[in-house]
């Protein structure tokens, strides 16, 4: 059993009671949002439970561990926990760097611009195993319901793949096929297209009452 799971049900008991505004609890909560950022795991509840405290109790407010929930959050995208969890920190701590960077890098993806960006930001997200993965398969999301095709260099552009190693691999992950002239086939929207019978039954009764109404 990994750490995470050994720890999610005690973290689990403690924001069910009236404890989970305890700052004594904090130093446990702190211990798992950096668990998950080892282990690949993701408890968003327990995330927005520390950001609650710090909001209680100013004094306790960690940067690091804040940043480690803004990471985690972006790694979940499409889902809005990047927007919860920035809601939930003040406009003072934000300014301060790598807050800063990490809520610019979210906007970045968030908006779909320059999501290359990522890696070239590898100091902010060293430690958040998986990120670069997590990143990835919420960048071929946002192709797969936009682009019909889009040409390998572009993708590799937004995959942040300069040296062309994920492509393929992202590619084989989503089924998309590539031409002789380099252009990926995304979606074929005349394939989504599929008739659809709508068969509506109406019963002797309802037809009774509806004559008897009319008369």
């Given amino acids: 059993m990994s750490s995470f799971e050994q720890m999610r049900a005690n973290v689990g008991e403690l924001l069910r009671g009236i404890d989970r505004y305890n700052p004594e609890n904090l130093a446990t909560l702190e211990r798992y949002v950096e668990t998950q950022a080892?282990?690949?795991?993701?408890?968003?509840?327990?995330?927005?439970?520390?950001?609650k405290l710090y909001q209680f109790n100013p004094a306790y407010f960690q940067t690091a561990v804040t940043s480690q929930i803004l990471l985690k959050a972006l790694t979940n995208l499409p889902h809005t926990?990047?927007?919860?969890?920035?809601?939930?920190?003040?406009?003072?701590h934000q300014e301060e760097r790598p807050i800063r960077q990490i809520l610019y890098?979210?906007?970045?993806?968030?908006t779909c611009t320059n999501t290359h960006t990522f890696v070239e930001n590898r100091e902010l997200i060293d430690?958040?195993?998986?990120?670069?993965?997590?990143?990835?398969?919420?960048?071929?999301?946002?192709?797969?319901?936009?682009?019909?095709?889009?040409?390998?260099?572009?993708?590799?552009e937004m995959l942040g793949d300069p040296l062309d190693t994920q492509v393929k691999v992202w590619m084989n992950k989503h089924g998309?096929?590539?031409?002789?002239?380099?252009?990926?086939?995304?979606?074929?929207?005349?394939?989504?297209?599929?008739?659809?019978?709508?068969?509506?039954?109406?019963?002797?009764?309802?037809?009774?009452?509806?004559?008897?109404?009319?008369?």
Wanted: proline share 1%; hydrophobic share 40%; net charge negative.
């Fill in 81 to 92: 926990d990047f927007t919860l969890c920035k809601c939930m920190i003040d406009q003072t």
């Fill in 127 to 156: 430690g958040i195993t998986g990120f670069e993965d997590s990143v990835r398969k919420f960048i071929c999301h946002v192709v797969g319901i936009t682009y019909q095709t889009i040409g390998r260099r572009l993708l590799g």
């Fill in 38 to 51: 080892k282990e690949n795991a993701y408890d968003l509840e327990a995330n927005l439970a520390v950001l």
């Fill in 176 to 215: 998309w096929a590539e031409n002789e002239e380099g252009q990926i086939f995304i979606f074929n929207q005349d394939e989504s297209i599929k008739p659809k019978n709508i068969v509506e039954k109406i019963d002797f009764e309802s037809v009774s009452s509806i004559m008897a109404t009319s008369q």
């Fill in 105 to 110: 890098l979210g906007n970045l993806l968030e």
